[in-house]
């Protein structure tokens, strides 16, 4: 069975600045999707970046940017000029290939907090 | 709003008793999960139903629990004899066979058992 780590509890930013989140996963397939979704205090979550794993070039949306490292088995999320409407719970989640449930294995999150 | 809808948004009910919850997904979306996330902890996968057919559930889904989605359209879970344990935030998230964004989360139900 697929896992997903993420080995960051709790980290924090300061207003302006760079964080980068960590997380790997443990599987035997090739093909998969790994996902960054965003959860913030009381609302639903919402998607933030995918990487399709036969895609060597790392994913970015504006500014999230991801880190796949497929043979490490290691995709970080890099947030750069961080706001306060960053500050979140930031789950990293795997998906196997098309087919099947297409379900997702999530991590246990980070808390990611914006200082001003 | 076209996004997922979940209701009740929160439910507090006495050890033992039933509840139901409900979701309804993204219109165009034919697949359907159900995930319980505890506090600290990331989202569990429940159960998952492509249009009315439930064609996975998970080892977490006991006997107690029952998801149907008559006509392929909304869904409920119903959590009988409910206990302390069962204390969650539950999600409903949908997708579409062609979508490969991942899926779409509701805003989740929150159940306290007392």
């Known amino acids: 069975a697929q896992t997903v780590t993420q080995s960051q509890p709790e980290m924090s930013v300061q207003e302006a600045e760079t964080v980068t989140l960590s997380c790997t996963y443990d599987t035997s397939e090739s093909d998969y999707y790994l996902f960054w979704y965003k959860q913030p205090p009381s609302r639903q979550m919402i998607l933030v970046i995918r990487?399709?794993?036969?895609?060597?070039q790392n994913a970015t949306e504006n500014r999230f940017s991801v880190n796949f490292q497929k043979a490490a088995k290691s995709f970080s999320l890099k947030i750069s000029d961080s706001q306060l409407g960053d500050a979140a719970m930031y789950f990293c989640a795997y998906r196997s290939p098309v087919g099947g449930s297409e379900k997702l294995v999530f991590g246990k999150g980070t808390k990611l907090t914006v200082n001003p | 709003d076209t996004g997922v809808s979940q209701n009740p948004r929160h439910k507090i009910t006495k050890r033992g008793q039933n509840v139901t919850f409900r979701c309804d997904p993204i219109s165009e979306h034919n697949r359907l999960y159900w995930y319980r996330q505890t506090l600290g902890q990331g989202p569990e996968f429940l159960t998952y139903?492509?249009?009315?057919?439930?064609?996975?559930k998970s080892r977490l889904l006991s006997d107690r629990f029952s998801a149907e989605r008559p006509k392929g359209s909304f869904s409920t879970l119903e959590i009988q004899r409910t206990e302390q344990g069962d204390s969650a935030m539950y999600l409903c998230?949908?997708?579409?066979?062609?979508?490969?964004?991942?899926?779409?989360f509701g805003q989740g139900t929150r159940l306290t058992v007392v």
């Open positions: 998230a949908s997708s579409s066979r062609l979508n490969n964004h991942g899926a779409f």
């Open positions: 139903f492509q249009n009315e057919a439930q064609l996975e």
């Open positions: 990487q399709e794993a036969y895609k060597q």
